[in-house]
């Protein structure tokens, strides 16, 4: 097919102010993802917008599998609160309110 650039699970991408760091999520526009490398800003790297990911959560808070979960980009957590945050997936497991850390898949969608 002429037409096909990539799968779509990871993209190519641009780091953005301050680069990114290997496993951690960022909110690149409205596009949620973990970098699966380090770079520096301006430089092209592999960004994952799907899988399962332990990544940090807020506090006080108790998950349950298959919540849906938003990324707080002001607090760089993970958490059940829509309002001002952008969904990105679901909890792949339970998580208690004093977890830091949170297991979610991700969806892949803005």
């Known amino acids: 097919m002429k037409n ?13 102010s301050g680069g990114v760091i290997s496993g951690t999520g960022y ?10 490398v380090s770079a520096a800003a301006g430089e092209k790297f592999a960004f994952r917008i ?4 332990t990544l940090p959560k807020a506090t006080g808070e108790a998950w ?16 059940t609160t829509s309002s001002g945050n952008t969904k990105v997936g679901t909890a792949a497991s339970a998580a208690a309110s004093g ?8 969806n892949g969608v803005a």
């Open 4 to 16: 096909f650039v990539q799968h779509g699970d990871t993209l190519d991408m641009t780091a953005p």
């Open 27 to 36: 909110l690149i526009g409205a596009l949620f993802g973990v970098a699966i």
């Open 50 to 53: 799907v899988g399962v990911y």
């Open 64 to 79: 349950t599998e298959g919540a849906i979960v938003y990324w707080d980009n002001t607090n760089k957590k993970l958490t």
């Open 99 to 106: 977890d830091t850390t949170g297991v979610a898949r991700l």
